[in-house]
């Protein structure tokens, strides 16, 4: 690869789903200027992994581990760190590409944006087939095409996947995503969001998004409870975002307010709003002008 022009690097954070890991690199095509760089977080049966697999020993894939567990965070900045690719790409191990991979990459390898957005199809993990719900950033991508507004994709779309990123725009930004459990996206996505140039939507389907039982998100956007400890981490690191992007503050709360785990534990979040408050000065003053700001009107 050394003296190969990289144009795409594929960042692929794995714990324990072997099974889903090669159906994802499936649906990678194999080609000297696309790095794959997975990184596992410390599966317990990680060396088996690598010798059962035959996929983990594809060309121009890189296998790495993380030093210690509990982070996808840890692990996509690892795969940060070993980038090569003009664009850098995150999935998820339990997703995938679309059949039309290929050429949409293509389509857009010399294109001068910082970032592209691309739509998705939500399906069921165990059913591909099977339509499921995690559609709600599809409505920043029908609100940009209406109106121009820029600012929910920048600001609000705050999932790794759907989307491309200039590496360069990581480099010169020294983006890295928080080394969290939970949420360790959205502070990354926000500042690639406040620091790209420009932007643009690609209105093809490149990400196959699926659900299943036992993933990170099934306790934020599915039916699964979520502890204490993961509200609080969830909500610090919104409470973050909105730290960064306080210039921005009316977007910031639209996204923030709109929260699934906002809506789903009002009780809960008005506790951490108000610990988070104390912790971020800025936010307790936008949070008080927004609110005072509100009653005036």
């Known amino acids: 690869m050394n003296n190969v022009q990289i144009n795409f690097t594929i960042i692929i954070p794995h714990y324990n789903i072997p099974s889903l890991l090669i159906r994802c690199l499936n649906s990678i095509p194999v080609r000297e200027d696309i790095q794959v760089v997975v990184v596992d977080d410390c599966s317990p049966d990680f060396e088996l992994y690598k010798s059962k697999y035959v996929q983990l020993s594809r060309p121009y894939l890189e296998l790495y581990q993380t030093p210690?567990?509990?982070?996808?965070?840890?692990?996509?900045?690892?795969?940060?760190?070993?980038?090569?690719?003009?664009?850098?790409?995150?999935?998820?191990?339990?997703?995938?590409?679309?059949?039309?991979?290929?050429?949409?990459?293509?389509?857009?390898v010399d294109r001068n944006e910082d970032l592209l957005f691309f739509n998705y199809k939500s399906v069921y993990s165990d059913d591909l087939k099977k339509d499921a719900k995690r559609n709600y950033y599809q409505k920043y991508?029908?609100?940009?095409?209406?109106?121009?507004?820029?600012?929910?994709?920048?600001?609000?779309?705050?999932?790794?996947?759907?989307?491309?990123?200039?590496?360069?725009?990581?480099?010169?930004?020294n983006i890295l995503c928080d080394e969290t459990r939970y949420g360790n996206d959205v502070y990354l996505s926000a500042q690639c969001g406040y620091f790209a140039k420009s932007i643009a939507v690609v209105d093809k389907v490149l990400f196959i998004v699926t659900e299943r039982a036992g993933s990170l998100a099934s306790s934020q956007f599915g039916d699964v409870g979520m502890s204490f400890n993961e509200m609080y981490i969830r909500t610090d690191v919104s409470t973050r975002k909105i730290n960064l992007l306080y210039k921005v503050y009316p977007v910031c709360m639209e996204s923030w307010l709109g929260l699934p785990l906002?809506?789903?534990?009002?009780l809960k979040s008005g506790m951490y709003i108000l610990l988070t408050s104390i912790k971020y000065p800025k936010f307790l003053c936008f949070l008080v002008s927004r609110v005072f700001g509100k009653v005036m009107k």
């Open 262 to 266: 906002l809506k789903r534990y009002p």
């Open 68 to 108: 210690k567990g509990g982070s996808a965070g840890r692990a996509r900045n690892i795969g940060i760190e070993k980038a090569k690719g003009k664009w850098v790409i995150f999935m998820d191990a339990d997703d995938l590409f679309a059949d039309n991979m290929e050429v949409l990459l293509d389509e857009i």
């Open 141 to 173: 991508i029908q609100r940009y095409k209406k109106t121009g507004d820029d600012s929910d994709l920048r600001y609000n779309f705050e999932s790794f996947w759907g989307k491309i990123i200039k590496r360069s725009l990581i480099e010169s930004n």
